[in-house]
């Protein structure tokens, strides 16, 4: 009797969780594009002083940790490291005398990573619509202290 409600329980929940997973690829999407804004930034920063080689190395291990984040709540922790350290960098780049070319690469560069920032709150919040479905569901499981809860994305 236990197992079939912890089953059933579990299948109710996966049936709510079903948009949230549907939207969850476009979320992922927009964390990809936003780590690769950022690698591009590494790459304009590896041509001054202003950043040291660990620095742009810890900037390069952020964007990698948000490329294989898992999970909205993973997502959420990796995109906010990663929002610090290029708004440190991109200052201090400002500040670092570029050329030209380097300096309106600098601003392409962080307008992609804003908008891809924008659109990742913008699917994060669709994501968090479905999924507080999910949350709603188990909320009323019985079985939801063996369960695991449905993620939702943090900070929004």
């Known amino acids: ?16 969780g079903e948009n949230a997973q549907a939207l969850w690829p476009q979320v992922a999407a927009c964390a990809q594009e936003r780590a690769g804004d950022a690698l591009n930034l ?13 620095e742009v190395q810890a900037l390069r291990d952020a964007a990698q940790a948000l ?11 990796a995109s906010d490291a990663l929002q610090t350290l290029v708004s440190d960098a991109s200052v201090r780049l400002m ?15 962080m307008d992609d990573f804003t908008e891809s ?15 507080q479905q ?9 079985a939801r202290l063996v369960l695991p809860a449905p993620q939702a994305y943090p900070g929004l």
């Open 95 to 109: 500040a670092a005398g570029l050329s030209e070319a380097d300096e309106r690469a600098l601003s392409s560069v």
């Open 134 to 142: 999910a949350l709603d569901v188990y909320a009323r499981l019985p």
């Open 42 to 54: 590494a790459q304009i920063a590896t041509r001054y002083d202003a950043l040291s080689g660990a």
């Open 67 to 77: 490329q294989e984040a898992q999970g909205a709540q993973a997502t959420a922790a």
């Open 1 to 16: 009797l236990c197992v079939a409600l912890v089953v059933g329980n579990a299948r109710a929940l996966a049936r709510a």
């Open 117 to 131: 920032g924008n659109m990742l709150r913008q699917r994060a919040r669709q994501y968090n619509g479905a999924a």
